[in-house]
C-alpha cells in the first residue's frame, strides 16, 4: 500500500539521477530504470529526474529513455564549477537546476550502479517523518581519522552540540557515535532539499579544502560522504538512517570495485550463465536484468 501524506493523499516520490553520457554510465541509468519500472512494486510508477552532468547524452539516447521508461525529464546540465579534479560535487549538480520541489513530497538520490528487485515501499517508509535518511556507513574509523575532533575544530560545533547529535544519532544502531552515509541512496522531503541545494557545495569545498591540506584525514572518494554527513548532522533537525542490505532483495548496489565493470560497459557481452553460477547475489541479479532488458529490447546498443 502506498503511503499518505500529511494531508491523506498518495505520497509522490521524485527519484534523482546524476549520470554521464559514456557508455559506462548511459548503461548503468538504463538498467537502473528498467529494474526499477519492472520490480519497484507500487511506486515503480515514480518520476524520474536524471541529470547528465557532461552534458552530452545523444538526443537518439534521451529518446529511448523517455519512450520506453517514463515518466522521465532527462537533462544535459554540465557541471560548471567543479570541486576537485573529478568534480565531486556531480552527485549534486541537479539540486541546483530541479525546478518543480513542489510537485513531489519526498526526493530519493540513487547512485547511477543500482538495480531493483522488489517492492522499495516498506524501506521509504523507514524515512517518511525525517527530512533526511539514508543508508549508515560502515565503521567510519577505517576510512577518517578523528572524525569528531575533525567536526568540532572545523565546523564550530561545541561538546553539548556534539552529544546531542550523539544522542539523536544512537537510537540509529549505527557502529558509528555521529551520523555518516553512503551516499548512493538517500531521501529528502523538501526541507532537506532546500538546505543540500543551499549548503553542499560549502560543504564540500570546504571538505576538499581540509583534505588537500591533510586536515581532512581520508581517502579521497569519501569526503564527499564526510561533508554530507557533517552537513545533515550540523544543519537538518530530524534525520535518520535506512536497514536494508546492499544486495537486495529490495536493492543491489553493483560497486565496481567488487562485481566488475563489463555488465555496464558492454553488457550484450557478459556471459550470463557465468554470472548466474557466480554465487554473488548481485551477479546473479545482473545476469537477471540484462537478459530481461536485451529479451525486451533487442536492437537497444
Keep these: ?39 519497484a512494486g507500487e511506486i515503480s510508477d515514480s ?100 572524525y569528531e575532533n575533525f567536526i568540532t575544530c572545523n565546523f564550530k560545533l561545541n561538546e553539548k552540540n556534539i552529544n546531542d547529535i550523539k544522542v539523536h544519532w544512537g537510537q540509529y544502531n549505527s557502529v558509528n557515535e555521529l551520523p555518516h552515509f553512503n551516499s548512493g541512496f538517500f531521501m529528502v522531503d523538501k526541507i532537506g532539499f532546500s538546505v543540500i541545494k543551499n549548503y553542499i557545495h560549502e560543504y564540500l569545498k570546504k571538505c576538499y579544502n581540509l583534505l588537500t591540506s591533510s586536515e581532512l584525514k581520508t581517502e579521497g ?5 564526510t561533508a554530507l554527513g557533517i552537513l545533515v548532522a550540523t544543519k537538518i533537525k530530524d534525520f535518520g538512517a535506512f536497514d536494508f542490505s546492499w544486495e537486495g532483495p529490495e536493492v543491489f548496489h553493483n560497486f565496481k570495485n567488487e562485481y566488475g565493470r563489463l555488465h555496464y560497459d558492454k553488457p550484450q557481452n557478459v556471459n550470463l ?29
Excluded at 11 to 37: A, P
Excluded at 64 to 78: A, G, M, R, T
Excluded at 221 to 225: A, D, I, M, T, V
Design 1 to 39: 500500500m502506498r503511503r499518505l501524506d500529511s494531508c491523506g493523499g498518495e505520497m509522490k516520490y521524485c527519484f534523482f539521477i546524476s549520470t554521464e553520457s559514456s557508455d559506462w554510465y548511459y548503461n548503468q541509468t538504463k538498467l537502473l530504470l528498467y529494474s526499477f519500472r519492472k520490480y
Design 47 to 146: 518520476f524520474f529526474y536524471v541529470s547528465v552532468n557532461d552534458g552530452n547524452l545523444s538526443e537518439e539516447r534521451i529518446k529511448f529513455l523517455e519512450d520506453n521508461l517514463s515518466p522521465i525529464q532527462v537533462v544535459n546540465k554540465k557541471v560548471t564549477n567543479k570541486i576537485g579534479p573529478y568534480g565531486y560535487d556531480r552527485k549534486f549538480n541537479l539540486y541546483r537546476h530541479f525546478d518543480r520541489v513542489d510537485e513531489f513530497d519526498k526526493f530519493v538520490s540513487l547512485d547511477a550502479d543500482l538495480m531493483f528487485g522488489a517492492d522499495l515501499d516498506m524501506i521509504l517508509s523507514q524515512g517518511s517523518e525525517n527530512q533526511f535518511t539514508a543508508i549508515p556507513s560502515r565503521n567510519i574509523n577505517e576510512v577518517v581519522s578523528d
Design 221 to 225: 572518494w569519501n569526503f564527499e560522504q
Design 273 to 301: 550463465t557465468e554470472y548466474q553460477n557466480s554465487g554473488s547475489k548481485n551477479k546473479q541479479f545482473i545476469s537477471k536484468i540484462i537478459k530481461e532488458f536485451y529479451e525486451e529490447y533487442p536492437n537497444e546498443i
